[in-house]
Structure formats: structure tokens, C-alpha cells
């Protein structure tokens, strides 16, 4: 079946730095999705990709989808401590997530 | 618009016993899916039900079923409950106006644990 690998599991940064998660499909996407869960929350959804190389951007969050669409990834330029927390990425229809990525951010 | 609610927050059970979650949709959406969440395995998709009927249904055992009502609003039950059903069971809505790209709203989730 479909799996949704993302890379790394665990990131700390200081404040001011930026951020990259990755996120690798053993299968081609129509679609991938974005979710945040800020701790002790649930997943929130940030943006969905659709098109082979798109590019999205939302304020300091940039988010691309591969050519081949089978890999994906989200930067943060500038982390803030608002930013913490664990970023998943999905695949599409029942949402195959990946383990995400949990970001923490030090003042 | 209200969001997801899911009902109990928080329940206790032992071993052995049954359980049964609740998950109220955002209004105007049909499909319900169910995901486990636990520290080691992530976010696990349990089943989708979209107008009383079950879509998908992920890679759990047969004591995990739902259902979901003229409503829209679904349950889920867990029998014999083992200690590794220990998790936080996530509820999301969605509008599925066809095709894959229809975006979930989760709801703030049941937190289950089994002694």
C-alpha cells in the first residue's frame, strides 16, 4: 500500500532559523496535503498541492510538490516560537500520513 | 461555523471491556474518517464513512467498527480492548465533493486509555 515517509522526525532551532521537513510517497499523488498539530492539538490543516512543481506560499511558510509528484516539502523561513509543533504531510483520499516532523523552537 | 466535536474527551477503560466515541461533524459535511494516533505509529487512518455507508476502512482489526447516522454524525466502537488501543482517536469532516482533494477538519480528539 501507499506509504509517506518524512524526514526528519525531530528538529530544534533557535529562533531565527530556518526549517525544512521533507516527505517521500512510495506512490505518485494526486494531491498532498499539509496538516500542523500544535502539542496537545489536533491537526490543522495549512494547504493542499495539486499540480506537478507547484509552489505555495503562506507568509513565511513555502511549500512545494514535486515534479514527479512523490515528494513534497515545507521551509519556514525565520522559525518563531509560534512554529512549534509537528508538521504531517498526507496523501491523498483517506490521508496516508507520514510520522511528521516535530519542530521546536528556542527563544 | 462550529467545528468537529467528538465525545468523551478523555475516557479510562480497562482491559477486556468495550468502548463507544462519538464524533459530530462540521454542518453540511457527510464523510466522517477515523484516524489512531499514538506516539509510535503516527496518524493511522481508521475508516471513512460518507452518507451511512463505509468508503475506506485502513488496516485495523475487526474490533474496531463504526457506523455513522442519517445525520451524519458517526461512532466508533473498540471491543475487547487491549492495552495497545491506548491512543488518541481523531474524528475529521469533510464536505467529499468528489475526488481527492477535499480537505479534513479534525476534531480536538478522544484520548483513550486502557489499563
Known amino acids: 500500500g501507499q506509504q509517506v515517509m518524512q524526514i526528519p522526525q525531530y528538529q530544534h532551532v533557535q529562533e531565527g532559523e530556518d526549517f525544512t521537513t521533507y516527505c517521500n510517497s512510495s506512490t505518485t499523488l494526486s494531491n498532498i496535503q499539509w496538516y500542523k498539530q500544535r502539542p496537545g492539538g489536533h491537526p490543522v490543516f495549512l494547504i493542499q498541492l495539486v499540480k506537478s512543481g507547484e509552489v505555495k506560499k503562506q507568509k513565511r511558510l513555502t511549500f512545494q510538490f514535486g515534479e514527479a509528484k512523490k515528494n513534497s516539502s515545507l521551509h519556514i523561513t525565520a522559525t518563531q516560537t509560534t512554529d512549534v509543533g509537528t508538521y504531517f504531510c498526507a496523501g491523498a483520499r483517506t490521508l496516508t500520513f507520514g510520522k511528521g516532523t516535530m519542530l521546536l523552537v528556542s527563544p | 461555523k462550529a467545528g468537529v466535536t467528538q465525545t468523551p474527551r478523555y475516557l479510562i477503560k480497562t482491559r477486556g471491556q468495550q468502548v463507544t466515541l462519538s464524533c459530530s461533524p462540521i454542518s453540511g459535511h457527510r464523510s466522517v474518517s477515523w484516524y489512531q494516533q499514538t506516539p509510535g505509529q503516527g496518524l493511522q487512518f481508521l475508516f471513512e464513512y460518507f452518507s451511512e455507508t463505509q468508503r475506506n476502512k485502513g488496516n485495523f482489526p475487526g474490533r474496531f467498527s463504526g457506523r455513522q447516522f442519517s445525520n451524519s454524525r458517526s461512532e466508533m466502537n473498540v471491543s475487547t480492548l487491549e492495552l495497545g488501543d491506548s491512543a488518541l482517536y481523531l474524528c475529521?469532516?469533510?464536505?467529499?465533493?468528489?475526488?481527492?482533494?477535499?480537505?479534513?477538519?479534525f476534531g480536538p480528539g478522544t484520548r483513550l486509555t486502557v489499563l
Open positions: 475529521a469532516s469533510s464536505l467529499r465533493t468528489g475526488g481527492d482533494s477535499d480537505t479534513q477538519y
